[in-house]
């Protein structure tokens, strides 16, 4: 049975992968968080999870370089806003380079596959930072040579943070009522957290499989979609 890193565990996308893992497939025998803060607990976890809490993430990597056994899957939602990190070069420092460092690591360790959460419009080439940030992120993940790298493009992203952020509250708010009228009307720019963590999910079974010949899998929104909702079930 393979086991399962999560980075961001306590973020929106990160908290529903690590609470659908900790519900249990036959796929993933063991989950290592590494993290800030501990998240919630869960009475009804039917995963073991084994935490490593440091504050300090430059300490992050030599926690990850000795977790044992290694983990086989490393999901990936480490992301902050411009704001709470205090300007876009510590955003850049926290999402570009600690994700990159641990994914470096992680190769090293012997992970096979890597799935990270990333954006729409992801584009290394883009003239705004936050696109053109993400962007760098994918082509550097690449380039370490996973067996499978697998990348999630999502729209804006539905579900309750810890944080409030009011720009990204009222678009919430407007598809929620687009979705009311049709589900049509949010799902091509807008899409569930769960869902998002489901399809990761998904993929990642499907890689560790055999089922995906592709060494480099990109997600978009249809895909997140058909994986996360439409034909999901607990991977066996």
Known sequence: MATALILGSTGLVGSHILSTLRAGTSHFSNIDIIARRSPPAASDARVPTKEVVEPDTSKWVSSLSS???????????????RGAAGGFDKQYKLEHDLNIELAKAAKEAG???YVLISSGGADPNAYFGYPKMKGEIEEDVKALGFDHTIILRP????GHRQESRA????FQFVATLFG???SSLRDSWAQDADAIAKAAISAAVKAEKGEVKEKVWILGQKEILRLGVKEWKAPS
């Open 155 to 158: 729209g804006l992203i539905l």
């Open 111 to 113: 992970t096979k596959t």
């Open 180 to 182: 009311r009228l049709h």
């Open 67 to 81: 977790l044992s056994p290694t983990p086989s899957v490393l999901f990936c939602a480490l992301a902050t806003t």
């Open 167 to 170: 720009a990204e509250s009222a």
